[in-house]
């Protein structure tokens, strides 16, 4: 499956639109990975347990969206966003990826 953020993929042309495509991932956090966040968040320096969950995050959500562009019988997905949030209040953080695109059959 082809994932491209372009509205085109080069070389091959686009025979049909086979509509809008999405997947999402939504991660819970812990008190401790927020505690140390909030430790590198004062002291500076990248939070490498944030980043851990955003990377699962994307993946899943972009697996989610080959699956549901591959149940349309599409051969790739253009025009692709990668949409992250984050969701919850002071007590309770979650972490929200969401993918979307367009599915395409190409020639």
Same mark, same amino acid.
């Given at each position: 499956?082809i994932?491209?953020?372009t509205?085109?993929v080069? #070389?091959?042309?686009?025979t ?6 999405a997947g999402?991932a939504v991660? #819970? ?7 140390f966040?909030?430790i590198t968040?004062?002291?500076?320096g990248r939070?490498?347990?944030y980043?851990?969950?955003l990377r ?6 972009l697996e989610?969206m080959?699956?549901?562009a591959?149940?349309l019988?599409a051969?790739a997905?253009?025009?692709m966003?990668?949409?992250y949030?984050?969701i919850?209040g ?5 972490l929200?990826?969401a993918?979307s ?6 020639g």
């Amino acid at each position: 499956m082809i994932l491209t953020t372009t509205d085109s993929v080069d #070389g091959r042309k686009i025979t049909a639109y086979l509509g809008i495509v999405a997947g999402e991932a939504v991660m #819970g956090t812990n008190i401790f990975r927020d505690f140390f966040a909030g430790i590198t968040d004062i002291l500076g320096g990248r939070s490498g347990s944030y980043e851990k969950e955003l990377r699962k995050a994307k993946t899943l959500a972009l697996e989610s969206m080959m699956e549901e562009a591959q149940a349309l019988g599409a051969d790739a997905v253009v025009g692709m966003d990668l949409d992250y949030q984050q969701i919850g209040g002071t007590d309770r953080q979650m972490l929200m990826v969401a993918a979307s695109g367009t599915a395409v059959k190409l020639g």
